[in-house]
């Protein structure tokens, strides 16, 4: 059987050494960590676009580097369906030009995607003829994403696709993103700095700092570490995503799984019977020993406390973490609160409580 | 206008057109080289292709003179055949190729070095070879500063003069170019029609630098 995705890397950049090992038989794979951790630079080596890169690279039983082999395939070769953070779309060419030029690695016969279908999934064809330097941000990245997809590739590397976007634009992106994935089921690696955004669109992730993997595994469990979720916004980002069951007075219900329905405010653009995934902070939940009486907050959920993490010595600005379990137990909610109401609660593992939190909390990442 | 003035003009206009048709390849090639490679020599080739820029054009001439009489390095005796190029209107096309390689790498590697690198990169992923990469991305995409450099490097031969009237001579109706037609009128006090080759003169330059500005300018508007 054959790897899908194998790398032992050591790649130089300017101010230290981008060393990552990492070996998934997964679909959507996602980089995370902050800006100049490496993530690019990881990026470009696997594109081929990197001088002195060393180790090994296999994707879908090809071997694209073996340092000790000498083996290096040219990018031409490596079947990559790279998206840059500023797409980088060819100038002098319009939109179909650039999705030509993307399309003429992939032979005649093989050819998977033709230009003219991508352009209709990403509900880009009425742009077909504008010329790409006139196309907006938004625009922009998705034919950047139209044109690596007409290469017919191995592997689709993304970077921070939705990074220069405003709020409501990612929105709208994001849901192709998602449809790119079940449309096409090509294998992607994923970069962000969004911890929603990751969670959402992948299956397992790699945590990269200073160009060191720090953590790996399921994206919903690595994202609300509590010794990790500290570094993130908010003390930790938690995603519920579900399907909308109900709007009524600019609430929707939103059932995450059979029995277990949260209230999220409505802004436009839910709609009843499609899915949807909502942002909520770690800082924005309140913890309650009981069902407090008299609420205005429109959630309360039962949980179990599943690790209390206080904060150590070498972070002194930094929340208490305590992640909890929802539901059946397959969902891991972290929370951040005081260290001393960490204290006056008594909070421990296996004790029960009530995750507190507004509607109004949960912001929308994107409905699809 | 005198016919010894058309005929002047229309020898100038040929002389100018071959030198650039036979500069444009090696100027082109050149500046792509000096943009994008590090090559070991680099500097040397740089000072080199330069050097014709502050040379007196007599010098440039002096020295091709010498490389092409019969005992030089390319003269009758040492190649075994005439290149028949001295005292000839393909001698001057020589000189003025000569004198005007300098702007043509200058301004082509200007064109090359104002194309994104990561845009080629990109090309490269997509499956384009290094060849297919520089036809169907960096050629286009520089297309206009190297029309300009076209432009400048027909211009420069245009009026060439020191170069030409040592390898050429200044043979009235067979090597006497614009520039050289405008000397002799002077040296024998024809004054009106000196001026009038230099009016036509005047009228093609600022035709020529106009067409480099805008070329320039609308690559760099593109961007």
Known sequence: MSVRFAIDLAVPCEHFEVAVEWRSERRALGLFGPSG??????LEALAGLRRGVRG???????????????????????????????????????????????????????????????????????????????????????VA???????????????????????????????????????????????SHDAAEATLLCEEICVLERGRVVARGAPGEVLTDPER?????GGGVNLLEGRVTAIAESLARLELEPGLVIE??????????????????????????????????QNVLPATVEAVHLPGAGEPHAPARVTARLGAGSRRIVVAVSPRACRELALAPAAPIHLVFKAQGCRLVASF | MSEAASTALLLSARVAFWATLAILPPGIALGWLLARREVPGKAL????????????????????????????PLGARTLGFDLDLLLTWKGAVLAAAVMALP????????????????????????????????????????????????????????????????????IPGRTQTLALAIFSDMQVGRDREAMALVGVTVALAFAALWLVESLLRKGRARR
């Open chain 1, 37 to 42: 951790a490496g993530k690019t630079t990881l």
């Open chain 1, 56 to 142: 090994r690279i296999e994707v879908g039983g090809r071997v694209w580097l073996d340092s000790t082999r000498g083996i290096r395939l040219p990018p031409e070769r490596r079947g990559v369906g790279y998206v840059p953070q500023e797409g980088l779309l060819f100038p002098h060419l319009d939109v179909l030009g650039n999705l030509r030029l993307g399309a003429a690695r992939a032979g005649a016969g093989e050819r998977r995607l033709v230009p003219e279908r991508v352009l209709e999934v990403l509900e880009l064809a009425p742009l077909a003829r504008r010329p790409a330097r006139e196309l907006s941000g938004g625009e922009r990245q998705r």
């Open chain 1, 145 to 191: 994403l139209a044109r690596a997809l007409c290469s017919s590739p191995g592997l689709l590397l993304l970077d921070e696709p939705l990074a220069s976007l405003d709020l409501p634009l990612r929105r709208r992106i994001l849901p192709h993103l998602l449809r790119v994935r079940e449309e096409f089921g090509i294998p992607t690696l994923h970069v």
């Open chain 1, 229 to 233: 979720s500290a570094a993130l916004d």
């Open chain 1, 264 to 297: 999220v405010a409505d802004e436009g653009g839910l709609e009843p019977g499609r899915r949807a995934a909502f942002e909520l902070r770690a800082s924005d939940i309140l913890l309650a020993l009981g069902r407090p009486p008299g609420l205005s907050a």
């Open chain 2, 45 to 72: 080739i740089e000072t080199l292709t330069a050097l014709p820029l502050v040379l007196p054009p007599t010098a440039v001439g002096y020295l091709l003179l010498r490389l092409l009489a019969r005992d030089g």
């Open chain 2, 103 to 170: 702007l043509v790498v200058r301004t082509a590697r200007v064109a090359f070095e104002e194309v994104d690198p990561r845009l080629e990169g990109m090309a490269r992923t997509l499956g384009l070879g290094p060849v297919a990469t520089f036809g169907r991305v960096t050629l286009p995409l520089a297309r206009r500063g190297l029309a300009a450099a076209a432009v400048l490097g027909f211009s420069r031969a245009l009026g060439e003069f020191g170069a030409t009237i040592i390898v050429a001579g200044n």
